[in-house]
């Protein structure tokens, strides 16, 4: 699912649980995805935190989450 892009932001603090349970699932899945030298903290935070931007704009599609997170996985963080 995807919002309008003129839905107001949120804070993920606004987020609701289950939401919150897909994105986790969304960064494992992405995470798992990336090459084994860049599985580092640094770079599955991250991942995480493009996620968690995405989703505060209001894409809350998986697969859109999971292909962004992969993006950022690409470059090991520095």
């Given amino acids: 699912m995807r919002k309008s892009p003129s839905s107001p932001k949120l804070s993920p603090m606004d987020f609701e649980p289950e939401l919150v349970s897909t994105l986790k699932s969304v960064l494992d899945a992405a995470v798992d995805q990336i090459d084994v030298a860049n599985r580092t903290p640094a770079t599955k935070a991250k991942m995480a935190e493009r996620i968690l931007r995405a989703a505060s704009n209001g894409v809350t599609d998986p697969r ?6 992969i993006e950022d996985g690409k470059q090991p963080a520095d």
């Fill in 64 to 69: 859109h989450l999971t292909a962004v997170a």
